[in-house]
């Protein structure tokens, strides 16, 4: 507690301590109340509230409650079927609460798994939530992808993207700073720098246009998985850099002393190299994640109605036209909260690797 306030006596001195420093934290001070009152004055002082009649968001210039009362399920699940709205709502509650665990199991607070528990638990909830989206099982009426849209298709693609690209990308790293098989160095190279040299757009188009073009005659893939294919192979070749930027920064001598105790390759990956890899790149990784997950709203150019698409035609209709900022200010702040929590994990997980 102590060692609290000598943070911050020193931190409120060095905002003072100079006549420039007064000038900026005076500046500063000025721009967030006016940015704080604008905030409070749109969300409360001049808000109409959902107990009112929703004819005064015409005469009121704050937040109208009313039409987030009534479009609040569309901008969370788009089209599906309204009765069946209890099926995107399990699945994203699931995700959202093995997310949270996860993450809180990574900085040692939350239930104990190990990693296959982890891993098991994982495999069983995305089932269930493809299970539950999909339907044609237990009873549940089927429901085309087309009419995944909002907050669960958003979970999906985002979480199983990343899920997959990281070990790939784990594989790449290696097989990029390998140098005892030049060839495999060589095509991890040029797949990384190619795939790193083109828009994130153009890998979206190749998957849902080129890619059910190479499938075997009669197979087909529904756009849901050739985005999710998409992404995949994107976000690994930036988390293939992330990590081989980590294992270039490991001093040879560790390889090589794990070689003298006669650790195989695998081994010595898995339990020397690989973890003080990650470890030394988890500010690049845990921005990586955080740019793939906010990324995966660019599927919406190719007709996959996310939570920012979803926004966009709740206020398209013609009875609530006009409240955009409501709509957008539900999909800021989702993106807000969940992106925050993902960078303090990283934060207390790096700081957690610095004391370690």
């Known amino acids: 507690m102590n060692e609290r306030l000598i943070s911050l006596r020193d931190l409120a001195w060095s905002a003072v301590n100079t006549p420039l420093s007064l000038v900026l934290t005076l500046l500063a001070l000025i721009v967030f109340s006016q940015v704080g009152w604008a905030a409070g004055h749109w969300l409360v002082f001049q808000a109409v509230w959902p107990w009112q009649p929703a004819d005064l968001c015409a005469i009121h210039s704050g937040i109208c409650w009313p039409f987030l009362t009534e479009k609040l399920r569309f901008i969370l699940f788009g089209t599906y079927p309204y009765d069946d709205h209890w099926r995107p709502a399990l699945a994203s509650f699931l995700m959202c609460a093995l997310s949270v665990q996860t993450g809180l199991q990574m900085i040692d607070r939350g239930f104990r798994l190990n990693a296959l528990q982890t891993l098991a638990v994982w495999g069983a909830v995305l089932l269930l939530a493809f299970v539950l989206m999909a339907g044609g099982v237990l009873g549940l009426e089927r429901v085309d992808s087309v009419r995944w849209n909002g907050l669960p298709i958003l979970l999906i693609l985002s979480i199983a993207a990343i899920a997959m690209a990281l070990p790939l990308g784990m594989f790449l790293a290696l097989a990029r700073a390998q140098s005892r098989f030049r060839a495999l160095a060589r095509m991890a190279t040029a797949y990384i720098e190619l795939t790193r040299a083109v828009p994130m757009l153009t890998v979206l188009f190749v998957g849902i246009f080129v890619l059910p073009l190479m499938l075997p005659p009669g197979v087909k893939i529904s756009p ?37 105790l006669g650790l195989p390759y695998w081994k010595r990956v898995g339990l020397i190299l690989m973890p003080q890899a990650i470890q030394r790149s988890l500010p690049s990784l845990v921005n990586t994640i955080i740019g793939a997950y906010k990324d995966t709203s660019l599927v919406v150019v190719l007709g996959i109605h996310d939570l ?31 992106c925050a929590f993902l960078s303090v994990i990283g934060r207390k997980l790096h700081r957690k690797a610095a004391i370690g």
């Open 224 to 260: 849901v998985g050739a985005t999710l294919v998409a992404l995949i192979m994107f976000h690994a070749s930036y988390f293939a850099e992330d990590l081989r930027g980590g294992l270039q920064s490991l001093h040879k001598g560790q390889d090589e002393a794990a070689k003298a």
């Open 308 to 338: 920012t698409a979803t926004a966009r035609m709740s206020f398209s209709d013609p009875g609530w036209r006009g409240y955009s900022l409501e709509a957008y200010f539900v999909v800021g702040l989702w993106f807000f909260v969940s």
